[in-house]
């Protein structure tokens, strides 16, 4: 009965808008907007809809409830869009030309659209829109979650498995060129309110019968809940110099400033204590962040991206490797002559040393295949390789009362390695360890014999072969040396307890690292990988990201930390449903901040005159700055004294991070100034722009550029996204809170104000670039994604 009744106040309230349209009263639900046209030449866009004679529903979102610091990202479900439009749209097109968005509280508590009047805006600085996907679906489409078909296609943030809407097989539709569905996803994050989402006439996104909505909203409450939470609060602590609790690893460990800060640094989803907060933060000991290596000694020219990072994980390295050195030497920045990162030399006197060069180089690694090495094994036996391009030449020694043995490439005897038994008798090749679990207890076959001795000698209990053999094995049983990926060969060794080969005394492993004498032999972590894991180390997850090599793109070359679970430091990674953007030893509030997402959708019938219609539809057009990694860091420009840049470890003072440049007096004159760009450039065919909106996120963004780049339009600018900061003035307009942004977008088409539309033929390039500010403090997770609308024709 209730819910009748409901209806019923549902329905009255609808027929009343739609004589509010009738009469031209209506309004933008969010006001007035500002569009960056292009040339705007006095004329001024027209944003009013009504006053066009558009008409609108509203749509509410089933509720979030969410505590302070606590992520919402999930799916809300099929909703009905009211039912006077799905009668009157029945075997219709609805042609969709623009649509508004905000969070409200709602009167009563859970039951929206009774009193959409009482409605109560969210604060950005509650509730921080990170982004949403919305679509409208209708009689001939549904919403299906399927495992991403394009990895390239990171719209959805990366996930594996996306929502989608498609067709319904079954159906019988009106015009298969007419779209059974459409997705709403335009400037949509923080500055999503603000930002006009709307097309010039003629153009909408079209759809056929429509019935449901959906949205999959992203949300982070940084609602500081002692300025209280309820739609009576929002007025409370509107200065917001008081941001709440944040975890450490927030602002890149550098706390909130002491003048407060009308940002949170919650919304963007540091790495925390609860989730793969990093060890620069959180200590070497935390079980949030694991890195696994795999340091290796090369025969490549360089280590590529693995190279070893700083001078005392060098010197490490080294020593793990069985590489006793008389000197650990750091070289000062600018030495030239030694490759970049971690390299071991033969000295003069016949010792080694090991290198850390922190600066880039063009000096190469040794690639020499003539290479020696030992090894002492704790059983009492030795072996010494000489390797030239065709010949090995190995030394073995141990007791002489006993058998004794090297098996090659091998921790363990299950992995069946070839192996040099000897004894008293001579020298014997075999397999070993060949009966699989029984592999311990196994003597192995007897191999075809490979190995010419050289010369045995017997001195103090001794006894020590010399052996030579062909580089590569006489059969694939023996084993063939190969040093292309690593000048280094694990073996395992066993002494007997007498001269009969059989069940082994004692065992032990060790490693033979091939250095070439006189030259750069680099050591390389080429195994390195990091597990981003919960607060007891559990739960744990590793990625690398499609991100885009130069020349395309630049995450790769300014090593951005989101391209990997070993950097990364903050994002969507650590943003999951349900996580909550606190250390674990951090209170976690009981109190809830309730509220729905809404949307009004603007309308106009599709009218089809012959061969003329009355609208064309735009379907979406999505690329990202940040290709193909859907969120990026810009680290603070300098690291601050004993304060290690999360993503970025060990980075030197005084040095500005990747991708930054700076004027003034830096890093400390009060002039300095600094500021952070990321540039992808890529190709498109037979585009004709209409709508482009960029994403960005509070509070550092400077602009978003799109330029076209062919022939004759050299870096010619077709749309600058420039956002319109808050200044804080919220008893005047609800939406201005301070440091929050909108992102005017630029419009093409015939309405007045706007600018002619661009066609831009076959290949033609284009060039995206986006620059922040970064002076003082980084940021995690920032966006600089083109969600555009256009046609092909
Ligand atoms: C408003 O915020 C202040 C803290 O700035 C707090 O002391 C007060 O209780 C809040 N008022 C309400 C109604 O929550
Ligand atoms: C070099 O560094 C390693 C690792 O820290 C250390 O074990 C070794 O003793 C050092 N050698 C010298 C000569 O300082
Ligand atoms: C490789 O070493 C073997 C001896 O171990 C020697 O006979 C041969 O000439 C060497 N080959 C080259 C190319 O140096
Ligand atoms: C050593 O063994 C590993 C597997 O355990 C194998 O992948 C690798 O190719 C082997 N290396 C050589 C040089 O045989
Ligand atoms: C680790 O934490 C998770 C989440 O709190 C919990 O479900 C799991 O039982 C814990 N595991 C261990 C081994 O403590
Ligand atoms: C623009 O195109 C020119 C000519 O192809 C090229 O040299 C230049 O690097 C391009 N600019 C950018 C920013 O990619
Ligand atoms: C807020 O805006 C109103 C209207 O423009 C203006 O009168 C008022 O002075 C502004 N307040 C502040 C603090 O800037």
Redesign the pocket.
């Given at each position: 009965m209730a819910v009748r009744k409901g209806l019923q106040k549902l329905v009255l309230l609808l027929a009343v808008w739609v004589a509010f349209i009738k009469q031209g009263n209506a309004e933008n639900m969010n006001g007035r907007y500002l569009v960056a046209s292009g040339s705007n030449q006095g004329v001024p866009f027209n944003d009013d809809y009504a006053s066009k004679g558009h008409e609108y529903f509203d749509v509410w979102s089933p509720e979030l409830a969410t505590h302070y610091g606590e992520v919402f990202w999930t799916d809300q479900g099929n909703n009905p869009i009211p039912k006077e439009i799905i009668d009157r749209f029945k075997g219709k097109v609805m042609a969709i030309t623009g649509y508004e968005q905000d969070q409200v509280m709602v009167t009563p508590t859970g039951k929206p659209g009774l009193n959409p009047d009482l409605d109560v805006s969210v604060p950005i600085n509650w509730a921080y829109n990170h982004h949403y996907m919305a679509w409208m679906t209708g009689d001939h489409s549904e919403m299906v979650r399927i495992s991403n078909p394009d990895p390239k296609d990171v719209s959805d943030h990366g996930s594996p498995m996306r929502w989608m809407a498609v067709n319904k097989p079954t159906s019988k539709r009106l015009d298969p060129k007419i779209p059974t569905s459409q997705m709403f996803s335009e400037g949509n994050g923080g500055e999503s309110r603000k930002s006009f989402h709307g097309y010039p006439d003629g153009y909408a996104q079209l759809i056929d019968s429509p019935n449901m909505w959906h949205i999959t909203p992203m949300q982070i409450d940084t609602r500081n809940r002692d300025c209280g939470v309820t739609p009576k609060d929002v007025n409370n602590c509107t200065n917001h110099v008081n941001p709440g609790p944040e975890p450490r690893q927030a602002r890149y460990g550098l706390g909130i400033p002491k003048e407060g800060s009308p940002y949170s640094g919650i919304l963007e989803c540091p790495c925390n204590g609860r989730y793969g907060g990093d060890p620069s933060i959180y200590g070497e000991g935390t079980l949030t962040k694991k890195i696994n290596h795999h340091y290796t000694c090369i025969s490549q020219p360089s280590c590529g991206n693995a190279v070893i990072g700083n001078a005392p994980e060098c010197f490490d390295a080294v020593y793990q490797l069985g590489l006793l050195v008389s000197k650990n030497i750091t070289l000062t920045p600018g030495t030239t002559g030694v490759p970049v990162g971690c390299t071991v030399q033969s000295l003069s006197d016949g010792t080694l040393s090991a290198t850390y060069n922190p600066t880039a180089s063009t000096t190469q690694c040794s690639t020499s295949v003539q290479r020696y090495g030992t090894t002492a094994f704790e059983v009492g036996t030795k072996i010494g390789i000489t390797l030239n391009s065709t010949m090995a030449l190995i030394t073995i020694s141990g007791p002489d009362d006993v058998w004794f043995g090297v098996g090659f490439n091998a921790t363990h005897m299950a992995d069946s390695p070839y192996t040099i038994i000897i004894n008293s008798d001579g020298v014997y090749e075999r397999q070993i360890g060949t009966c699989g679990s029984e592999a311990e207890h196994c003597p192995g076959d007897a191999l075809d014999t490979s190995v010419t001795v050289v010369s045995t000698t017997v001195q103090d209990g001794k006894r020590t072969v010399v052996l030579s053999r062909p580089l590569k094995g006489k059969t694939s049983k023996h084993y063939t040396f190969d040093i292309t990926n690593e000048a280094q060969i694990p073996f395992i060794s066993a002494i007997g307890y007498s001269q009969k080969f059989d069940y082994h005394k004692a065992h032990s492993s060790g490693l033979v690292v091939l250095l070439a004498h006189g030259e750069q032999n680099c050591i390389c972590d080429i195994g390195k990988s990091g597990y981003m894991c919960d607060n007891n180390g559990t739960n744990c997850d590793t990625f690398v990201k499609n991100c885009v090599p130069a020349p395309d793109g630049d995450l790769l070359s300014q090593q951005n930390p989101t391209c990997n679970s070993i950097q990364y430091a903050g994002g969507l990674q650590c943003c999951k449903h349900g996580r909550i953007m606190l250390d674990a030893d951090q209170e976690i509030r009981p109190e809830l901040l309730r509220y729905h997402m809404k949307f009004r959708f603007w309308f106009q019938e599709y009218k089809v005159d012959g061969e003329q219609v009355s609208h064309y539809d735009l379907p979406r057009i999505y690329y990202q700055t940040e290709a193909w990694a859907g969120e990026y860091d810009i680290p603070p420009a300098f690291a601050a004294p004993g304060k290690p840049i999360p993503g970025y470890p060990n980075w030197p003072a005084n040095t500005p991070t990747p991708g930054t440049k700076c004027s003034g007096d830096c890093p400390n004159g009060k002039d300095c100034d600094c500021v952070h760009t990321i540039v992808f450039r890529w190709t498109v065919s037979n585009m004709r722009l209409i709508y482009a909106g960029g994403h960005c996120h509070a509070p550092s963004c400077i602009s978003l550029n799109l330029y076209r780049n062919d022939t004759g339009h050299e870096m010619e600018l077709l749309c600058s996204q420039m956002p319109v900061y808050g200044?804080g003035?919220v008893?005047?307009n609800k939406y201005d809170e301070l440091g929050y942004l909108a992102l005017p977008p630029c419009l093409w088409g015939n309405d007045k104000g706007l600018q002619p539309s661009v066609f831009l033929g076959p290949n033609t390039p284009l060039v995206s670039i986006k620059h922040n500010h970064n002076t003082n403090m980084g940021h995690y997770g920032e966006m600089a994604s083109w969600q555009m609308r256009g046609t092909f024709f």
């Open positions: 200044s003035n008893t005047h």
